[in-house]
């Protein structure tokens, strides 16, 4: 990659927004007051912020909500100007910060084509002569007479999509585009952008998504509070990402009993998660040993008790779960006032993100009683670059025969 | 690689920026749309662009020609009041669909980076579609009417061009403040009332006290394009904008006023351009 011209360099900028605390000054207020100085906050969203993206590159900004992501690509679009620094584009830069900017609901496919292509920089007639291209790429050559509020909204962002892929741009800018549509067309997008790859365009892709960063683009920046906190490889930007999500979680615990939480006859008291060292973690490494605890207590006897936990992600897939009646265990009955302490070790083979551990008791196999789901939650973090809800320890052979066949002798 | 382009800065967003060939193209394409949508979904389409002119010249011309027999010293009254009302309501419509356009297209203004001023002028252009139609039913009313064709009515540019020019810097400057002041468009529709009454749109220039004749004429240009417009198109025998102004170089008084409000515009929308995505 070394030696390829810079396709976009940002050197030291920085964007302050100065807010008002009052936002709208109506003229009566700067009659009545006309030395009194609207009070402002300034909301520092960029600080200082230096860096290059290579021409070709397939360059990935991450960051979490209000790190300051939105406002550098807007920055870069031209839509916001810098206050100090500069921002220096080789090349035609399309930004997409919305898919369909422009839209009209009123009007047909063709209609709409040619005002998005004017919007990007094209004349009409050029846009016009797209209007095939784009249509065919979306799948929508069945549609074209319909308005545009007519169609659905996945037919809207296949037409949005295509619109910027037919772009002709040197430099893609994109933000947050694939969080919609279905998983056909999601699929497609990606090869597009494997396409863009292929053709040596610049993409830029804004994103809180990390799985998106680790999967397309080859270098990646993550922004925390308006400065750059970590630039290389996605694997380590990746890494870096869960990192500071843990550290900001960490800041606000919340372990008090939650609505949701039922207790007839059990009480599930303190439940955590405990890391490689035996002490209470927030994170755990992905490959590290992991350990659920929980305090329990029987308010009542309970007969035939199974106690169990289970594992799931945001989405609320489970992704693990053990009882003791599925270990073939038959537990003796609890007494009123038995305290049990539960301890859970596995090795750590989860994907990294974020995971929640629900714990509940059975008396018998249908009635609870009791069950705290979300009872705590804990973050993965690792650099291992897999797809898949769980990271299968495994080993992977790719053996290269010495005798080839005829047919593929040609190197 | 095929040959990279040189690095260029990127300046952020300004009144004029990013090319004079996508200004015009964007004014174009969204002055179009906004036309095409204007009347959309109603019955009669664009026959509105006729009706609604027709429709308050017809009112007008009850309660002022037929009633309160206002007009019956005025030459061609009728044809004058017409002719006067839509090119008044050009200007009106435009500037006041143009105070709002910055904040009604706030999802185009915050997401792409755009010669801001292209989106007043779209509205200018839209309403200048629908007074280039009406101006075309004026002309066959006046043939109809009984007016003969003159060659001054060729001069007709040389009215519309200060007139759209006017509405340009009205449109750039309202849009502009409306951003920081949400006054504005209260102000301006008070403001604009105030000038259908202080044009002779209603009247012409000679029902003017001779006190206060020459002094409405050098303060508001619209006065000098109307009654200019009067002397070209309606009645030859009108004394027109130059001697209604006070004779010769006092002409220039008006012009002058015009040509300050529009570096005036094109000075506040230069100095907002930039903000404005981020005040929206």
Known sequence: MNGRATAVGVAGVSKTFRIPRQHIMSLKERALHPFKRVQVTDLHALKDVSFEIEQGEFFGIAGRNGSGKSTLLKCMAGVYRVDQGEITVAGRLVPFIELGVGFNQEMTALDNVVINGVMMGMSPREAQRRFHDVVGFAELEGFLDLKLKNYSSGMQVRLAFALMVQADADVLLIDEVLAVGDAAFQQKCFDAFHDLRERGKTVVLVTHDMHMVERFCQRAMLLDHGVVADIGDPPSVARRYLELNFEEAGEAEVTAARPGDLSHGVAIGDVWVEGQDGRRADSVGQGDPLVIRAEIESLAHIDDPEVGVTIHDESGAVVFGTTTRELGREEEPFQRGDRLSLRIALRNDLRPARYYVDCGVHEGTHRVAAFRPRATDFLVFGNRAQSGLVALDHTFDLERHPDRTEAATTP | ?280
């Open chain 2, 1 to 280: 690689m095929s040959s990279i382009a040189a690095p260029r800065r990127v300046r952020g967003p300004s009144a004029f920026g990013g090319g004079l060939r996508r200004t015009l193209y964007l004014t174009w394409i969204i002055g179009l749309t906004e036309y095409r949508l204007t009347y959309f979904g109603s019955a009669l389409g664009y026959l509105w662009a006729l009706m609604r002119p027709l429709m308050l010249f017809g009112v007008l011309y009850v309660v002022f020609s037929k009633i309160v027999k206002f007009g019956d010293d005025i030459v061609n009254y009728p044809m004058l009041l017409l002719f006067n009302i839509v090119l008044f309501n050009f200007f009106a419509d435009a500037s006041t669909r143009a105070v709002t356009s910055l904040v009604d297209r706030e999802a185009i203004v915050r997401k792409m980076h755009f010669p801001g001023m292209v989106i007043p002028f779209a509205r200018v252009l839209s309403g200048g579609m629908n007074l280039a139609v009406s101006l075309v039913a004026v002309f066959i009313f006046l043939l109809a009417y009984g007016i003969n064709p003159r060659w001054t009515w060729l001069l007709l540019p040389l009215l519309l061009v200060p007139l759209v020019l006017l509405t340009l810097a009205v449109a750039m400057l309202l849009s502009a403040l409306f951003v920081r002041f949400r006054d504005v468009a209260p102000i301006w529709a008070v403001i604009s009332s105030a000038l259908f009454y202080g044009s002779p749109v209603l009247y012409a220039i000679d029902k003017v006290p001779e006190d206060y004749r020459q002094v409405l004429m050098l303060v508001n240009p619209l006065a000098d394009i109307l009654e200019q417009g009067r002397r070209w198109v309606i009645d030859p025998n009108a004394e027109g904008a130059i001697a209604a102004a006070g004779g010769g170089a006092w002409i220039l008084v008006p012009v002058a006023l015009g040509l300050g409000v529009l570096a005036l515009a094109v000075w506040v929308f230069n100095h907002e351009a930039p903000r404005i995505a981020e005040r929206l």
